[in-house]
């Protein structure tokens, strides 16, 4: 059973029967629909992302599901960037790679080049974990897998933030409070605060080229869920209790439909969706020891997607036809009441397709922590035609996080979100998901030698 059919569940699904074979047989518990977060709002007849929007260049496992599946990746249609202070923008990005350059080099001198070493140092490291999944090898913690490619330092990343470890390396105080607080701003919805691992993946799909699939990145869910032939039971998974049979873990998944309550048994379960106490009322029983409740807790993060007219004068641009921008980040200040907006384009893109000037009506995302009132969507924009709001809670409250969560409850148990406590992205879950799909094939064959290995570059080395 797979409990969740978000990235996480549908990538689960697919590895595993990669591993286990086509005879395994798979059933997939969703409530909500198939794509979790990975959801789009319709205006106008058209179709936006409303969340997981972007997608890392080098996110490999993310690459081969566009592939296996035939899905093409979105036309690219360019725009600049700004960041606002709530006064001023700190910084504007030009047409010029050059100019940029040297603007980042005369507000910050060198510390974006500082930076950008820190970041690929990280991801770097992190590249090593697809050779490790190619061969085989799998991690039984978060901390063996970060231990695997970074050694302890990478263990360390989740313990402190990202503003001490670019202080360290010579980023000034200035350029951290301007630029990257602005990036974590956009994508966690937090400060920097967030531990150093969750802010270096974070910065590095801000440097990086990014893409996104045509038609939406929940495709890609659906798809490896028609892929697998997994079979999706549309139910609400309650709470799990322990069986034994003939000396084997025995798995009865109890649940809630729109038929009413019910039970199934299986051989090993994976969960995919968050065990915390403020996000699932999941009930274990009968383990022994009983399964711990998950410390922490989640950041709510609202998302609006309006159609209307962007009031430029309220950044400093009276006449809107001058202004440059499709995407605004903003720095940590106390009267700011949004943490980032663009103006979007639709999933599927013609090559007909223009971006509208700023003087039209387009169709902007802004994110925030709370719902924006009447008030503060009259000061972003001048009128609008409509708001479509989300309520998440999408992101851990990085800063509350003491210890990373298990991967393994119980013998045939496993649990694949608590990778979001290491960093929250695509590709981290759809590398989660390849590790508990190798984990549960390893545990089941008792091929220990393919677990928690040390000196995996060594060893990776010497097979090829």
């Not at 899905?71 to 360019?78: F, G, Y």
């Not at 691992?197 to 699939?213: H, I, N, P, Y």
């Not at 922590?369 to 008030?375: A, I, N, R, S």
């Amino acid at each position: 059973a797979v409990v969740g059919a978000g990235l996480g569940g549908s990538a689960a699904a697919y590895f595993l029967q990669q591993h286990f074979g086509p005879q395994v047989q798979l059933d997939v518990y969703e409530a909500a629909g198939v794509g979790g977060r990975l959801a789009t709002v319709t205006v106008n007849k058209q179709q936006y992302e409303s969340r997981g929007a972007s997608i890392h260049a080098l996110s490999l496992h993310m690459q081969d599901f566009v592939k296996i599946l035939g899905l093409k990746h979105r036309r690219e249609v360019a725009g600049k960037s700004a960041i606002f202070s709530g006064e001023h923008f700190v910084l504007e990005e030009t047409d010029w790679y050059l100019l940029n350059l040297f603007r980042l080099w005369w507000h910050y001198g060198i510390s974006f080049l500082r930076l950008q070493m820190w970041v690929e140092e990280v991801m770097e490291k992190f590249m090593r974990i697809y050779k490790y999944q190619a061969h085989g090898y799998a991690f039984s913690s978060l901390e063996e897998l970060l231990r695997s490619l970074g050694g302890d330092a990478f263990v360390n990343m989740t313990q402190r933030s990202v503003a001490e470890s670019l202080l360290e390396v010579g980023v000034t105080q200035r350029f951290v409070d301007d630029v990257i607080a602005a990036v974590l701003r956009s994508s966690y919805g937090q400060s920097v605060l967030v531990p150093a691992f969750a802010g270096a993946m974070s910065l590095a799909g801000a440097q990086g080229s990014t893409w996104a699939v045509e038609g939406g990145n929940k495709l890609v869910c659906s798809g490896l869920l028609k892929l697998t032939k997994a079979n999706v039971i549309p139910a609400r998974v309650t709470g799990i209790s322990l069986h034994s049979s003939e000396g084997r873990a025995l798995y009865q998944v109890h649940y809630e439909s729109s038929e009413g309550q019910g039970s199934a048994f299986y051989d090993m379960v994976v969960v995919t969706t968050p065990l915390h106490p403020s996000r699932s009322n999941f009930t274990f029983e009968n383990f022994e020891p009983p399964i711990a409740d998950f410390p922490g807790a989640f950041q709510p993060s609202v998302t609006s997607v309006v159609h209307g007219y962007l009031n430029s004068s309220y950044f400093g641009f009276p006449d809107p036809k001058l202004f440059p921008f499709t995407s605004i980040l903003t720095t940590d200040t106390p009267d700011l009441f949004f943490n980032a907006m663009d103006n979007i384009c639709p999933v599927n893109i013609s090559s007909a397709f223009r971006r509208k000037q700023p003087q039209e009506a387009a169709v902007w995302r802004v994110l925030s922590q709370l719902p924006l009132d009447k008030h503060q969507l009259k000061t972003l924009f001048r009128s609008y035609y409509s708001v479509q709001v989300t309520e998440w809670q999408t992101y851990p409250r990085y800063d509350a996080a003491k210890s990373l969560p298990p991967i393994v409850l119980h013998e045939n148990l496993f649990y694949l979100s608590g990778v979001e406590w290491v960093a929250s992205s695509m590709e981290m879950i759809a590398v989660a998901a390849k590790n508990v799909a190798l984990l549960a094939y390893n545990r089941w064959h008792q091929d220990l030698e393919k677990i928690d290995q040390k000196d995996l570059m060594h060893k990776v080395k010497t097979e090829l």
